[in-house]
């Protein structure tokens, strides 16, 4: 990790999720050098584990594993031993569970007055969806994102083509919290107990509409507005070979820059004029019809029009802009193959992290962690013979 990736180098981080905005904030927190030890349970005799692709989270790039039962007694004093000497725990059971478990911030604090704990859940620890099951679309309903987003043929909210709730509302809030809470900790020398709701994050998000509604009274929607499609100037419009363009042109400069790239000058006085604005989105699309995408994005890219191309995922991977940023690193599978994933994309990481080496499923690092934290080789050996740690 170089000094530019390491900004949190010294700061260990256990994480007991596996999936979700928890380990969304891990990934993050690992990519600015935390030392992040990802807590699995042990595997059952007969069971079968539930592990995210290889790929996923960044392939456990910067990632430690401690495998445990912390239903065993003996499991949640070994968990409890790590934990005195983190300075953050991030954990995304049900509200409640931890607590029952004997591992929450009140069993942990009073041993460990500077840690940072962070339970993150759908709709936070109280109030009376606090025990309600969710995921990333039912978030976003809650929060007001997807009655704003565009609509489908029969009405409906159009489902988003990205987990927004898990990584913004979610994963960065934490990350947010978090260093908030070590920066205070610096001064105090205390930690704190953080309780991330993703349904508050997205209320967050959403907080230029509710602010809106709350200060006026007008109900935001899709179409109510210039960012939910009210004017054509902030739409997509398809090209000749079917692929599509976005159009921000927002301000009245951007916007004749592109009337007259489009040779409609005469559209110009009518940018935000309701009545006109069938008629100008029905200019815009013929236009952009007649010309393929990436030939209008030739001219228009760098014409200060507030362009740019609808990129699927192949073409994104393969852009100019982010080959250039050095957007993407190498890791290699434990047979040897290669393959690229998203690096330390956020500012400030490292983009130009060394291979990173895919572990295998069933390795861990329990061994090398449980004797950091102070414990011998027939202790650790009994855990592991009584099949508490892996």
């Given at each position: 990790?170089?000094?530019?990736?390491a900004?949190?180098?010294g700061?260990?981080?256990?994480?007991?999720s596996?999936?979700g905005?928890a380990?969304?904030?891990?990934?993050?927190?690992?990519?600015?050098?935390?030392?992040?030890?990802?807590?699995?349970?042990?595997?059952?005799?007969?069971?079968v584990q539930?592990?995210?692709?290889?790929?996923?989270?960044?392939a456990?790039?910067?990632?430690?594993?401690?495998?445990?039962?912390?239903k065993a007694?003996?499991?949640?004093?070994?968990?409890?031993r790590?934990?005195?000497?983190a300075?953050?725990?991030?954990e995304?059971?049900r509200p409640?569970?931890?607590?029952?478990?004997g591992?929450?911030?009140?069993?942990?604090?009073?041993t460990?007055?500077?840690?940072?704990?962070?339970?993150?859940?759908?709709?936070?620890?109280?109030?009376?969806y606090?025990?309600?099951?969710?995921?990333d679309?039912?978030?976003?309903?809650?929060g007001?994102?997807?009655?704003?987003?565009?609509?489908?043929?029969?009405?409906?909210?159009t489902?988003?083509?990205?987990?927004?709730?898990?990584s913004?509302?979610g994963?960065?809030?934490a990350?947010?919290?978090?260093?908030a809470?070590?920066?205070?900790?610096?001064?105090?020398g205390?930690?704190?107990?953080?309780?991330?709701?993703?349904?508050d994050?997205?209320?967050?998000?959403m907080?230029?509409?509710?602010?809106?509604?709350l200060?006026?009274?007008?109900?935001?929607g899709?179409?109510?507005d210039?960012?939910t499609g009210?004017y054509a100037?902030?739409?997509?419009y398809?090209?000749?070979?079917?692929?599509w363009l976005?159009?921000?042109?927002i301000?009245p400069a951007?916007?004749?820059?592109?009337c007259?790239?489009l040779?409609?000058e005469?559209?110009?006085?009518?940018?935000?004029?309701d009545?006109r604005?069938?008629?100008i989105?029905?200019?815009f699309?013929?236009?952009?019809?007649?010309r393929?995408?990436d030939?209008?994005?030739?001219?228009l890219g760098d014409?200060?029009?507030?362009?740019?191309?609808?990129?699927t995922i192949?073409?994104?991977?393969?852009?100019?802009?982010?080959?250039?940023?050095?957007a993407?690193a190498?890791?290699?599978?434990?047979d040897?193959?290669?393959?690229?994933?998203?690096?330390a994309?956020l500012?400030?990481?490292?983009?130009?992290?060394?291979?990173h080496k895919?572990?295998?499923?069933a390795?861990?690092?329990?061994?090398?962690?449980?004797?950091?934290?102070?414990?011998?080789?027939?202790?650790?050996?009994?855990?592991?013979?009584?099949g508490v740690?892996?």
């Open positions: 990790m170089s000094a530019a990736g900004k949190l180098d700061i260990t981080v256990l994480d007991l596996s999936v905005p380990s969304r904030a891990s990934r993050i927190l690992a990519d600015y050098g935390a030392t992040i030890i990802k807590i699995a349970p042990v595997a059952r005799k007969g069971s539930i592990r995210p692709p290889y790929y996923s989270y960044g456990g790039r910067g990632m430690k594993r401690f495998c445990v039962d912390m007694p003996a499991g949640r004093d070994a968990f409890l790590l934990a005195a000497g300075d953050v725990i991030i995304s059971f409640g569970v931890v607590k029952r478990l591992i929450g911030y009140e069993d942990i604090a009073p460990n007055k500077g840690l940072v704990y962070c339970s993150t859940s759908g709709y936070g620890q109280d109030g009376p606090s025990q309600r099951a969710g995921h679309l039912n978030y976003l309903a809650t007001g994102f997807l009655h704003c987003s565009g609509r489908r043929d029969d009405g409906g909210p489902i988003p083509g990205a987990t927004v709730a898990d913004a509302a994963g960065m809030q990350v947010i919290a978090i260093l809470a070590l920066v205070a900790r610096d001064k105090s205390l930690g704190s107990y953080l309780d991330v709701s993703v349904a994050g997205v209320l967050q998000l907080s230029l509409h509710v602010d809106r509604y200060a006026t009274g007008e109900e935001p899709p179409g109510g210039v960012l009210r100037y902030y739409d997509v398809r090209t000749r070979d079917g692929k976005s159009v921000g042109a301000e951007f916007y004749r820059n592109l007259n790239a040779g409609l005469r559209l110009i006085e009518f940018q935000n004029d009545a604005q069938g008629e989105r029905a200019a699309t013929e236009a952009f019809a007649e393929d995408r030939d209008w994005m030739r001219e014409a200060d029009a507030c362009v740019a191309s609808v990129y192949p073409e994104l991977c393969a852009d100019e802009q982010f080959q250039e940023r050095k993407f190498r890791a290699e599978r434990g040897g193959g290669e393959f690229s994933q998203v690096g994309v500012a400030g990481g490292d983009r130009e992290p060394p291979l895919v572990a295998d499923p390795s861990t690092d329990s061994a090398d962690l449980l004797r950091a934290a102070g414990m011998n080789d027939r202790e650790i050996e009994e855990l592991r013979t009584a740690v892996e």
